[in-house]
């Protein structure tokens, strides 16, 4: 069941039972109190009778001037005296009774309001354990209602006498019943109502839980880019804010996994696809070469010659790769090197490959210390000097530098060839992505020079960017922060 | 002979399938430009009876080449490098008739290309061999005047190899070829089949066996 309705049941049925019994108590309360006064209203009427019967027969005996009445005299006394407060008005007394020995015998007189039998009397207590002077009273309840009865001892000259009056009580009961049936009705109609507001309320306040649920479904469903609405009380807005930036939090990361992915998926692709190329002529021709009756000589050192350079191709990218995965995991041997020392080594060492495609390097700048593994940065260098050769034509010139400035030491690679266009040029770095891909290949080139170059930099905290315009020639400036005075090697991770 | 139009932008890849397709004697081009090969094919839909089509072209990629080209009714058998098969259901839905993955042996790529040949009819269906002759659709095989009785199965092995003349095939190949890859049979078959084609057609000098790798039915 939904919780506005469990909380209106709830409601309803506990403030119903609050008000019920809280009037309940107090009524009750109320119906002692008067219970007891009108019992002492009774005692009180007893008494008034009592007297009245003894001055009725003192009366009858002046009258008839003797010390002691006769029975007859007696009962006509007696008879005057219970009579006389029937016709007092509104008081409850309903009749009385006079007996010579105990309840129900020898009744010498009686008198009651009203038709209807001969009152049964309560078990008041015997005739013989009453004592002289003291009023017993009973609560009994006949065909006409609720009433007290009390009886008493009246001793007179004549004898032992026994008054019972009977006292109508009937009214409070029933207006207790009418005042307890008032207060629940009451108290229901009010609880009805007030537990309808609540309802409301509770509704009202739940409205922003159902808009909530709403939208998360949407968006669990895949709609990323829904939000809330961001209105009513501070709680409401507090909790669309949170919503929303929720949401906004899983569609970034949705899309910057999907990026990913794509990412993955791309380079995969690329690389199942510059492995298979190369495959294709070596297979092919290889097989041509084993299956033909006859290979002419010019044609066995065609297809035998594009086996070896596609082959050589293979063993590049294979070895390229294989850099790439090793410069991600591979421990750093960092240490202060000079950087002068670094790129004279380096020219020296590329320098004789790059002379033989007629293509001088030569370098000069400034001195400066810097941190990096060796061997890893003098790749960056040999990475940075491949590509500007292979853009370069025979008789031209690449031009290694290395300046000092604030931020670190720039190095760069400079050459007069291709060029690249600033779209060309955004791609460059991606694995696999060759400018120029015939002039690539040709040179044994697989894409990934640019990519390791990126990933070496930044295993050395070092920044690459580019400079390049079609037809004039490409610079790629690396810049390497100095080396901390003091710090540690392999704290520039 | 077949006409055979390669659109392939790597340049050996390229030079080995014109190699392969001429050790058969299939006439070939290579274009190595989508925009160019449309071109081509426009112009003289009816001169190329099969285009190898690469998937992965620099400037227009292959398949909105096809689209451009399935309107002249060229035959289409693309080459791909991906295993993926979105591409390969992309490919077919074009309208090309099969595709091949790269790399291939050669002659994976002449199975190939042959199937759809015959598909299109541009099989030539009379093959001769010196005083063999051989009719595919009548399936009727003479040596001089006389004809000579094959079985279906000798029929077909006799047909690859008037077909792939000068070509060595392995058993391998020659059993996928005519007994279909499914065939787990011995090689042994393939043996029994040549002895037999070589008594009846008098082939011993010509269909030859060159060791550790096949047979080679070479020509005159």
């Known amino acids: 069941m939904r919780l506005g309705r469990k909380i209106f049941l709830a409601s309803f049925a506990l403030i119903t039972a609050a008000v019920t019994a809280v009037s309940g108590v107090l009524l009750r309360r109320d119906f002692s109190k008067r219970l007891e006064l009108l019992q002492d209203g009774a005692a009180a009427e007893h008494s008034y009778v009592s007297s009245s019967l003894q001055s009725s027969l003192l009366q009858k005996r002046t009258d008839e001037n003797v010390p002691v009445l006769d029975s007859a005299a007696v009962s006509y006394a007696v008879q005057k005296a219970v009579e006389a407060p029937l016709s007092a008005y509104g008081t409850g007394y ?66 032992k006498m026994y008054l019972y009056t009977v006292y109508d009580i009937d009214e409070a009961y029933s207006d207790f019943r009418a005042s307890l049936i008032t207060a629940a009705a009451v108290g229901t109609a009010a609880s009805l109502a007030v537990s309808l507001v609540i309802f409301a309320l509770i509704c009202a306040i739940l409205r922003p839980v159902s808009d909530m649920n709403k939208t998360l479904r949407l968006i669990a469903d895949g709609d990323f880019s829904k939000r809330m609405t961001v209105r009513g009380g501070m709680e409401e807005r507090e909790m669309a804010e949170s ?84 410069a991600d995991n591979m421990e750093l041997e960092m240490e202060p090197v000079s950087v002068r020392e670094l790129l004279t080594e380096s020219t020296a060492t590329v320098g004789p490959a790059l002379r033989a495609r007629g293509i001088t390097l030569e370098y000069t700048g400034d001195d400066g210390v810097i941190l990096c593994d060796r061997e890893l940065f003098k790749s960056l260098i040999y990475n940075l000097c491949d590509n500007a050769a292979k853009a370069s034509e025979a008789g031209q010139s690449v031009r290694l530098r290395s300046k000092a400035a604030d931020n670190g030491m720039v190095i760069s690679v400079s050459d007069s060839g291709i060029g690249m266009t600033k779209e060309v040029l955004k791609k460059v770095t991606e694995p696999f992505y060759m400018a120029d891909k015939s002039r690539s290949r040709k040179a044994g080139g697989a894409g990934l020079g640019l990519s390791l170059c990126v990933e070496i930099a930044k295993r050395h905290n070092a920044r690459i960017t580019a400079k390049s315009r079609p037809g004039v020639g490409t610079a790629v400036y690396v810049t390497v922060p100095w080396a901390k005075i003091g710090g540690a090697v392999g704290d520039e991770k | 002979m077949a006409r055979i139009l390669i659109v392939e932008d790597d340049e050996n890849i390229a030079k080995t399938i014109k190699a392969t397709l001429s050790a058969v004697g299939y006439e070939s081009e290579i274009v190595s430009d989508g925009a160019d090969a449309v071109e081509r094919v426009k112009n003289s839909a009816a001169s190329w009876d099969v285009v190898l089509l690469d998937v992965m072209l620099p400037t227009m990629d292959g398949f909105e080449v096809m689209r451009r080209i399935a309107p002249c009714g060229v035959s289409v058998i693309f080459l791909t490098a991906m295993q993926n098969v979105l591409d390969k259901v992309n490919g077919l839905k074009l309208g090309a008739e099969d595709y091949i993955v790269k790399p291939f042996e050669a002659l994976e790529l002449l199975a190939r290309i042959e199937v759809v040949l015959r598909r299109t009819g541009k099989l030539s269906t009379e093959l001769c061999y010196g005083d063999i002759r051989v009719d595919t659709a009548a399936h009727t095989v003479a040596k001089g005047a006389k004809s000579v009785p094959l079985t279906p199965k000798e029929f077909d092995v006799l047909v690859f190899f008037l077909r792939n003349q000068d070509i060595a095939v392995t058993r391998e190949r020659l059993l996928g070829a005519v007994w279909g890859y499914e065939f787990e049979g011995e090689s042994r078959t393939v043996d029994i089949h040549i002895q037999q084609i070589r008594k009846k057609l008098g082939l011993h000098d010509c269909l030859v066996t060159i060791p550790k790798l096949g047979y080679r039915l070479e020509s005159r």
Request: net charge negative; aromatic share 4%.
């Open chain 1, 94 to 159: 309903c009749g009385a009774a006079v007996f010579t020995a105990g309840q129900g015998t020898d009744m010498i007189a009686v008198a009651r309001t009203g038709e209807g039998e001969e009152s049964r009397l309560p078990l008041l207590p015997d005739a013989d354990s009453m004592t002289e002077g003291k009023c017993y009273s009973a609560i009994c309840k006949d065909e006409d209602g609720r009433r007290i009865a009390v009886c008493s001892a009246v001793t007179a000259k004549e004898g």
């Open chain 1, 243 to 326: 919503v929303n930036a929720l949401a906004q939090s899983v569609q970034d990361n949705v899309e910057r996994l999907e990026s990913i992915a794509e990412g993955r998926k791309h380079y995969v692709d690329s690389l199942a696809h510059e492995m298979k190329t190369p495959l294709t002529s070596i297979l092919c021709f290889g097989d041509l070469l084993r299956i033909k009756r006859s290979v002419s000589d010019g044609e066995r050192i065609e297809y035998a010659g594009i086996i070896v350079d596609e082959a050589r191709r293979m063993k590049n990218l294979s070895s390229k790769l294989l850099e790439l995965a090793c």
